[in-house]
C-alpha cells in the first residue's frame, strides 16, 4: 500500500488529519505515545515536520487494523 493511501486510510479511520502538509493525530489519539514529530532540514531556509509512528504506535496501528479486517501480506491467507 503506497503512503498516500496508507494515510488517507488511517484518516477515513478517524485517526490522523491533516494541517497544512502535516499528518496530525486526532486529539483523543495524542499523548499516549505513539507519534514522534522530526523536524527535517531540506536545504537553505527549508524546513519540514515529519510525524513518525513509535514502536508502541506501530502495535497500536497493526491492532486496529486488524480489527478492521487488514493484515500484513505475510498474515494473510494464501490464495489457492
Same mark, same amino acid.
Given at each position: 500500500?503506497? *503512503?498516500?493511501?496508507?494515510?488517507? /486510510? /488511517?484518516?477515513?479511520?478517524?485517526?490522523?488529519?491533516?494541517?497544512?502538509? =502535516?499528518? &496530525?493525530?486526532?486529539?483523543?489519539? @495524542?499523548?499516549?505515545? +505513539? @507519534?514522534?514529530?522530526? =523536524?527535517? %532540514?531540506?536545504?537553505? $531556509?527549508?524546513?519540514?515536520? !515529519? =510525524? %513518525?509512528? =513509535?514502536?508502541?504506535?506501530?502495535?497500536?496501528? +497493526? $491492532? &486496529? !487494523?486488524?480489527?478492521?479486517?487488514? /493484515? #500484513?501480506?505475510? $498474515?494473510? #491467507? *494464501? $490464495?489457492?
Amino acid at each position: 500500500m503506497s *503512503a498516500v493511501k496508507f494515510n488517507k /486510510l /488511517l484518516h477515513a479511520l478517524g485517526v490522523q488529519h491533516k494541517v497544512g502538509k =502535516t499528518w &496530525l493525530l486526532y486529539a483523543d489519539h @495524542t499523548g499516549k505515545g +505513539y @507519534t514522534v514529530s522530526k =523536524t527535517i %532540514c531540506a536545504g537553505g $531556509e527549508s524546513v519540514s515536520i !515529519l =510525524t %513518525c509512528f =513509535t514502536q508502541r504506535g506501530r502495535v497500536w496501528l +497493526y $491492532e &486496529l !487494523l486488524k480489527s478492521h479486517g487488514i /493484515l #500484513p501480506i505475510s $498474515e494473510r #491467507p *494464501a $490464495e489457492k
